[in-house]
């Protein structure tokens, strides 16, 4: 990301990826996976007498044992103080949620789904999901929508996460896998360009692999408009002016042509288009990319110099020049500039995507996504469309087309879908333009929400179901290197709580589909694993039984299923021998630089950037809930550089205001210079009058449909 805590925040014990404890003498643990971000970091679970403890895991590759304060914390939220134990219905005569039965909660879900598909067509049903449900769950979800209610109209939160790298790795490569190798090719590789994450503060167990690098003699280049605490880490921090990434991309490319450093035999053996993205590239020339990123020429011939003097190197993008509204073009660019010097396809080198969410990479290749099937087929595609549905036993011409991407469906709400089911998913907070937001949410006939905790997104509901979550069920998730997993039950869902595949079965069976939805995870895998074989990506060779298997390291996909007698065997890395197109090659895509859906003027004459900070997550329903990341984060802030601090007349935790043409929001100041002059950063964890997504902008990339979550302009008062 572009963003997340200030770095003048010193580290404590809290904020620091540390060793787990390790397990008790003579106690018998369950190994499962953290419930956050995408590395999926192994832990076990020990139950005792001071309840529910994390203790190390040191087998399991990715974190070797090492969590943050997110992941050594998280059993707090499984405390019945904090989570919801009972289905809630907001009274007709009071207006107010209210406990009720199981079978009233489904019931009146039930209802309201059928009432509006009766009136308005199935279309004006609506169904979002999450990029933290299981590989199971987004299954069943997909399959849902599609087959119960027979609604096109379902996407998730997982847009707003990766899918404009995604979108670029499909046209490039073939194929979207977040990281085409293992975290463990990053410390052998000689030169990192890390573009708009910041892992101290987002993934801290995987800062170790930079650490790694540097120590074995790489180099490590990181693009942010911060001087984050892993910019601090870097041999070369480059701070362009928000939104000019891919010019930056683009600057670098030039450079390379001009100084003769491409691979020209890997572009004639392995790639085609070349000239035509050659031609963009030498149009965006070191001095005219200075004046549009505030990226000095020395500082760009210092990053080619690095980056074409290793043997191998990698790029590494994450939501910082993903979430604009030229995403896709801008990771095209950074792909480009691998496939230009031969840095893809080769051991230790290659483009990579840092995931966010937990089952982002999962989520959307088995069907949350409004454009796609399980296996990451194509909804478009007659044959995936005759595949899938002879899995799920219906007739291809029934399964609806392609339908709204996330923003465009919850800008719908209230218009053209009446009722929505959301499982997972917290937009009250979470999304772009957030109070147009919440306002088409008030604006439903009908909203249903599943839940482990009663959101700000759940308190508008007029069901509320409570579900069981990451160490209550057993589920596969897939983390960012594509390597699935197995997450195993470790305690018991507080009598009161179901889980989100049985609220799918009881909501199937009053749609008369009941039949067609199981509620044992494993169940549902194997149907799964049909639905997905043969496509990109196929998990048909994974079974549990194997996940259990080796320390429970997990499986890389694709891993299709062996022939008889045979081991069917995962693929850690992709691309050494072809790439995932028709004919082999991996594609060059010409880009060119375009602004920003909405630049600076003499109204609102600063930028704003928005992302995380270390101890909260996401839109913090849940860590919110949890007392020690609230010491450690207790609220929202606004980070500002001291000479725009100086020209508001505001110092240190002075009330500040952010105003942009969508809204306004106030939060105490952060003074710092790790911050450019022009910009103001936000994290957007919190709700009420701090929320930074009221102020986002909602301009759509044309490809992926990723909203500019990243820059908008505002101006800044005092509050």
């Not at 390379?256 to 590239?281: L, P």
């Not at 994450?318 to 230009?340: F, H, Y």
């Not at 905790?453 to 069920?473: I, N, Y």
Request: glycine fraction near 10%; hydrophobic fraction near 40%.
């Amino acid at each position: 990301m572009h963003s997340t805590a200030t770095p003048a925040v010193p580290a404590t014990p809290e904020t620091t990826a540390t060793p787990a404890a390790p397990a008790p003498a003579g106690s018998s643990a369950t190994s499962t996976h953290c419930p956050y971000c995408a590395l999926q970091c192994g832990m076990d679970l020990v139950t005792g007498p001071q309840g529910v403890e994390v203790v190390e895991r040191t087998g399991f590759p990715v974190n070797k044992g090492a969590l943050c304060g997110k992941g050594r914390t998280a059993p707090a939220v499984l405390s019945s103080r904090v989570r919801l134990t009972e289905p809630l219905v907001r009274s007709r005569a009071t207006g107010e949620l209210t406990p009720a039965t199981w079978e009233e909660a489904l019931d009146r879900v039930a209802d309201g789904l059928i009432r509006t598909r009766t009136e308005y067509g199935a279309d004006a049903c609506g169904v979002f999901g999450g990029g933290g449900l299981t590989n199971e769950k987004a299954y069943a979800l997909g399959k849902f929508a599609r087959v119960a209610l027979g609604t096109s109209q379902i996407d998730y939160n997982g847009r707003f996460c990766m899918s404009s790298a995604a979108a670029a790795g499909q046209r490039a490569f073939g194929l979207d896998r977040g990281l085409p190798f293992p975290l463990a090719d990053i410390p052998r590789t000689g030169c990192v360009i890390l573009v708009g994450s910041n892992l101290a503060e987002t993934m801290p167990p995987a800062l170790r692999y930079l650490t790694e690098l540097r120590e074995n003699g790489g180099t490590l280049i990181v693009v942010d408009p911060r001087r984050t605490r892993t910019a601090e880490q870097a041999d070369l921090h480059l701070a362009p002016r928000p939104g000019t990434d891919l010019a930056l991309a683009l600057g670098l490319l030039h450079l390379i042509v001009a100084e003769g450093r491409t691979d020209d035999a890997f572009i004639e053996e392995r790639t085609s288009g070349w000239e035509e993205a050659r031609a963009a590239a030498m149009a965006h020339w070191p001095e005219h990319v200075e004046r549009i990123t505030g990226v000095a020429v020395p500082q760009l011939r210092d990053a080619v110099r690095l980056f074409c003097g290793a043997d191998a190197a990698m790029v590494l993008t994450a939501r910082g020049p993903e979430q604009q509204s030229k995403g896709t073009d801008t990771v095209g660019a950074w792909i480009n500039l691998c496939l230009a010097t031969g840095r893809a396809g080769r051991p230790f080198s290659g483009y990579g995507c840092l995931t966010g969410q937990g089952n982002g990479q999962g989520g959307r290749e088995h069907g949350q996504k409004a454009d796609q099937l399980p296996g990451y087929r194509k909804l478009t595609d007659p044959a995936a469309r005759a595949h899938v549905a002879g899995v799920w036993g219906v007739d291809p011409d029934s399964l609806p087309g392609p339908g709204r991407s996330a923003y465009e469906l919850l800008d719908a709400l209230g218009g053209d879908i009446k009722s929505l089911l959301l499982m997972g998913s917290n937009p009250v907070v979470s999304a772009p333009r957030a109070a147009h937001v919440e306002e088409r949410l008030r604006s439903l006939d009908f909203l249903a929400v599943a839940d482990v905790v009663l959101s700000e997104t759940a308190r508008l509901a007029d069901v509320v179901l409570p579900v069981t979550q990451w160490a209550e069920e057993t589920g596969t998730v897939t983390n960012l290197e594509g390597r699935v997993l197995l997450r195993q039950r470790a305690v018991s869902a507080p009598a009161g709580v179901r889980g989100d595949l049985d609220v799918l079965h009881g909501l199937a069976e009053r749609l008369g589909h009941g039949k067609g939805f199981p509620t044992e995870p494993e169940e549902v895998f194997e149907e799964l694993r049909r639905a997905s074989a043969g496509g990109p990506a196929d998990y048909s060779g994974i079974s549990y039984e194997r996940l259990r298997e080796d320390d429970g390291k997990g499986v890389f996909w694709p891993c299709p299923e062996a022939s008889e007698g045979g081991v069917a065997e995962g693929t850690p890395r992709l691309f050494l021998e072809q790439f995932a197109t028709e004919d082999g090659r991996a594609r060059f895509v010409p880009v060119v630089h375009r602004d920003a859906a909405e630049e600076p003027d003499a109204e609102y004459p600063v930028l704003l950037t928005t992302g995380r900070v270390l101890a909260q997550y996401q839109s913090g329903a849940q860590t919110r809930r949890v007392d020690e990341l609230n010491a450690a984060a207790p609220g929202p802030f606004v980070e500002l550089h001291p000479r725009l601090a100086a020209r508001l007349g505001v110092g240190e935790d002075d009330p500040v205001a952010v105003v942009s043409r969508r809204g306004r929001a106030v939060a105490p100041a952060r003074v710092t210079s790790a911050i450019r002059s022009d910009t103001v950063f936000m994290p957007f964890h919190w709700p009420g009058e701090g929320r930074a997504n009221t102020l986002t902008h909602p301009a759509l990339d044309p490809v992926s449909r990723m909203p500019e979550f990243k820059v908008c302009a505002v101006r800044v008062e005092r509050a």
